[in-house]
């Protein structure tokens, strides 16, 4: 293979794993592209550069997500300018594949935000009834050691804002891929990028819709995350508490019907009533996801014990006929199914973010069709 077949060919695989999820990191990507197609060590030389794998992630992103990607990145980026909105004292710039238009399936949407405390910006997060995280990075480069704040917001589209001191909000920081100054806009730049870009957008009426929209992922995290405190009788549930159970069954059902966001949704929600009434958990759940979810996926939840009751021999001959006639029967008992085998002490699962995230894309997905 000559030296600029090979060098595509590793490019070609580096994106594939980072397009995919496999791999989050240049260096990372393209080291293991190489071991994956080289038989000896790669010169350096030979190894293609972070532009060249980004520009095979678009490629991946085009050819995978069509015009789906187009609304998403539309969406991003009226999303961004809400945000940005009410971040204004602390003079936010939107960075990175929102701002640039290089979005793919996952992207966040970055922002830098200036401020010698982070209470004060997470102080508005919470105003606006906004689910976060705040992670401390602790980087080491060129023999200094440096900490970056990041704040994960949880919402349609995930947010990751860097904390930077109010004096650098000046500062020209440049891209790890190009080693040039990183493209980002201000709030008004943003403004003028969407009515230039997207014509069709009526900003005011946009970002009305998003302040009286509700984020039904926000309201299950709030439902899932308190449950990792529920625990259940060991005897039926050895696994522990009822956030485990959950996700080992959401990560079962993934497995099982990864295209059906209606049966993995249940299947993660089935049992989150036991957080707010353990004696009924099931009307307790539909009464708290009523308006939040699909006919089918209420319907599932609210028989999914006696499905436990079907399967037993312990239902009525009436009710065992009212279960075998609807149409959901069989993805029911499979619900059953997966609700028995998800009790497995020490089973990885994904964390709640990662299973919302998973569902949030999913519907984007499905919505494309």
């Given at each position: 293979?000559?030296?600029?077949?090979?060098?595509?060919?590793?490019?070609?695989?580096?994106?594939?794993?980072?397009?995919?999820?496999?791999?989050?990191?240049?260096?990372?990507?393209?080291?293991?592209?190489?071991?994956?197609?080289?038989?000896?060590?790669?010169?350096?030389?030979?190894?293609?550069?972070?532009?060249?794998?980004?520009?095979?992630?678009?490629?991946?992103?085009?050819?995978?997500?069509?015009?789906?990607?187009?609304?998403?990145?539309?969406?991003?980026?009226?999303?961004?300018?809400?945000?940005?909105?009410?971040?204004?004292?602390?003079?936010?710039?939107?960075?990175?594949?929102?701002?640039?238009?290089?979005?793919?399936?996952?992207?966040?949407?970055?922002?830098?935000?200036?401020?010698?405390?982070?209470?004060?910006?997470?102080?508005?997060?919470?105003?606006?009834?906004?689910?976060?995280?705040?992670?401390?990075?602790?980087?080491?480069?060129?023999?200094?050691?440096?900490?970056?704040?990041?704040?994960?917001?949880?919402?349609?589209?995930?947010?990751?804002?860097?904390?930077?001191?109010?004096?650098?909000?000046?500062?020209?920081?440049?891209?790890?891929?190009?080693?040039k100054a990183i493209e980002r806009a201000s709030t008004r730049e943003l403004e003028e990028l969407i009515a230039r870009e997207h014509p069709d957008v009526r900003l005011d009426e946009a970002l009305?819709?998003?302040?009286?929209?509700?984020?039904?992922?926000?309201?299950?995290?709030?439902?899932?995350?308190?449950?990792?405190?529920?625990?259940?009788?060991?005897?039926?549930?050895?696994?522990?508490?009822?956030?485990?159970?959950?996700?080992?069954?959401?990560?079962?059902?993934?497995?099982?019907?990864?295209?059906?966001?209606?049966?993995?949704?249940?299947?993660?929600?089935?049992?989150?009533?036991?957080?707010?009434?353990?004696?009924?958990?099931?009307?307790?759940?539909?009464?708290?996801?009523?308006?939040?979810?699909?006919?089918?996926?209420?319907?599932?939840?609210?028989?999914?014990?006696?499905?436990?009751?079907?399967?037993?021999?312990?239902?009525?001959?009436?009710?065992?006929?009212?279960?075998?006639?609807?149409?959901?029967?069989?993805?029911?008992?499979?619900?059953?199914?997966?609700?028995?085998?998800?009790?497995?002490?020490?089973?990885?699962?994904?964390?709640?973010?990662?299973?919302?995230?998973?569902?949030?894309?999913?519907?984007?997905?499905?919505?494309?069709?």
């Amino acid at each position: 293979m000559s030296d600029a077949k090979l060098r595509h060919a590793i490019a070609f695989e580096a994106a594939r794993l980072m397009y995919e999820r496999e791999e989050s990191e240049y260096f990372t990507a393209k080291r293991k592209a190489a071991a994956r197609l080289c038989r000896g060590s790669v010169k350096p030389s030979d190894l293609p550069s972070n532009a060249e794998i980004r520009d095979q992630v678009q490629a991946f992103a085009r050819m995978h997500e069509g015009e789906r990607r187009t609304a998403d990145l539309r969406d991003m980026r009226l999303a961004a300018l809400w945000l940005m909105r009410r971040l204004a004292r602390f003079r936010p710039r939107l960075i990175g594949s929102v701002m640039t238009g290089h979005v793919r399936k996952g992207s966040d949407i970055d922002l830098h935000v200036f401020s010698d405390h982070l209470e004060p910006v997470t102080a508005v997060l919470e105003e606006e009834g906004l689910q976060f995280d705040v992670e401390r990075k602790h980087i080491e480069k060129h023999g200094e050691a440096r900490v970056f704040t990041h704040v994960h917001v949880h919402d349609r589209f995930p947010f990751e804002l860097t904390v930077y001191p109010d004096d650098k909000a000046h500062y020209v920081f440049k891209s790890s891929i190009t080693g040039k100054a990183i493209e980002r806009a201000s709030t008004r730049e943003l403004e003028e990028l969407i009515a230039r870009e997207h014509p069709d957008v009526r900003l005011d009426e946009a970002l009305a819709e998003r302040d009286e929209a509700v984020d039904p992922y926000q309201l299950f995290r709030l439902l899932l995350l308190p449950l990792e405190n529920v625990k259940q009788n060991p005897r039926y549930h050895p696994e522990g508490d009822v956030l485990y159970h959950l996700l080992q069954v959401f990560e079962l059902a993934r497995d099982a019907r990864p295209w059906d966001e209606e049966f993995v949704l249940a299947a993660l929600l089935h049992d989150v009533g036991k957080g707010i009434d353990p004696h009924d958990h099931v009307g307790a759940a539909l009464q708290a996801l009523d308006g939040l979810v699909t006919p089918r996926t209420a319907w599932l939840i609210e028989h999914h014990m006696l499905a436990q009751e079907y399967r037993a021999g312990t239902l009525g001959a009436r009710a065992r006929r009212r279960l075998e006639e609807s149409e959901d029967f069989d993805d029911l008992m499979l619900l059953r199914e997966l609700d028995d085998a998800g009790r497995v002490p020490g089973a990885v699962v994904p964390t709640v973010d990662e299973a919302l995230a998973f569902l949030r894309q999913l519907e984007r997905d499905n919505r494309g069709k």
